[in-house]
């Protein structure tokens, strides 16, 4: 069976992403939910990773890779994209832990659930289930959905 392409998975993705203001409510919650699951991932250092004395060594980073690995499957400039969208996401939460307002698995989980929240309504309106009740992989769809968006608005080929 031959692997889909990007835009194989944008075309069933789209399916159940027709109304407009789902379609807005992708665009505010996808990017929270992306950095609060890093977030919530952040603080669990990787098994054995203790003695290298670096916050960048767990399951928040871990997460990156591997879906940037699945981005790379599907387009080389998708998954650049990415890097740098993770890349930014890992900026905000090195920012976040300076500032001391507390630990960032807390705010991570109420932005989490906050921005679930945003998404169900979004699907409510639609009147259709997320795409991933369908397969789980259309969860790391839904980031490079809306870069694929920006691509085509730039003219960028991916």
Not at 19 to 25: P, R, Y
Request: with cysteine.
């Amino acid at each position: 069976m031959p692997k889909k392409s990007a835009d194989d998975w944008f075309a069933e993705y789209a399916v159940c992403h027709q109304n407009a203001t789902n379609k807005t409510l992708h665009w505010i919650c996808i990017p929270l939910i992306v950095l609060s699951l890093i977030g919530l991932l952040w603080g669990v250092a990787l098994p054995g990773t203790a003695s290298l004395d670096s916050p960048y060594w767990n399951w928040g980073m871990l997460l990156i890779v591997i879906s940037l690995l699945f981005y790379l499957r599907l387009s080389l400039m998708l998954a650049a994209g990415m890097f740098l969208v993770s890349a930014a996401a890992v900026g905000v939460l090195v920012a976040y832990q300076r500032t001391g307002l507390g630990p960032v698995w807390v705010a991570s989980l109420v932005v989490f659930v906050v921005a679930w929240i945003g998404q169900f309504i979004g699907h409510k309106i639609e009147g259709k289930k997320p795409a991933f009740f369908e397969d789980i992989q259309y969860l790391l769809i839904g980031p490079i959905w809306l870069l694929a968006f920006i691509y085509r608005r730039l003219g960028i080929r991916y």
